[in-house]
C-alpha cells in the first residue's frame, strides 16, 4: 500500500551558486559521503544538474512522509544506481511508521531536476 507520495522539482543554478561560493562543503553538508564521492568522480560539468536532482529527491522525501526537510538526516537517505533507501535512524523512523519500502527517481531536463518519491508499507503491520 501506497503510504506517501512526494515531487519536487529544483533549478540546478541554485547548486552552481553554491558550489561556486562555498566548493565542495555544500555537497558533504548534504549527502552521505559515499553519495558525495560518487558525484564529485563524475562529470563536473553536470554536477549543478546532479545535486539538484539529489536535493529534489530529499525535498519529495519529505513531503512524503509529511514533515518536509524536518525531523530526519538528509545524510541517511541514500540514493545510488536509481536506488533509494533509509540508514540509521531514518530507517529506524520508517520501520516504525511501517513504511517498508522506498522508490524515487530523478530526471533533469529545461533546467530542472525533477524528483518523485514513493513511499510503500503495510500500515497494519501484517506483511
Partial sequence: MILGLGTDLCPPARWA???????????????????AAY???GNRQRLPERLAGRWALREAFGKALGVGLDGWSWKELRYLDGRLWAEGALADQLAARKIQRLHGTVTHEAGFALAVVILEGDPQGTN
Fill in 17 to 35: 551558486h553554491l558550489i561556486e561560493r562555498f566548493g565542495e562543503k555544500a555537497i558533504h553538508r548534504m549527502l552521505h559521503p559515499e553519495e
Fill in 39 to 41: 558525484l564529485l568522480k
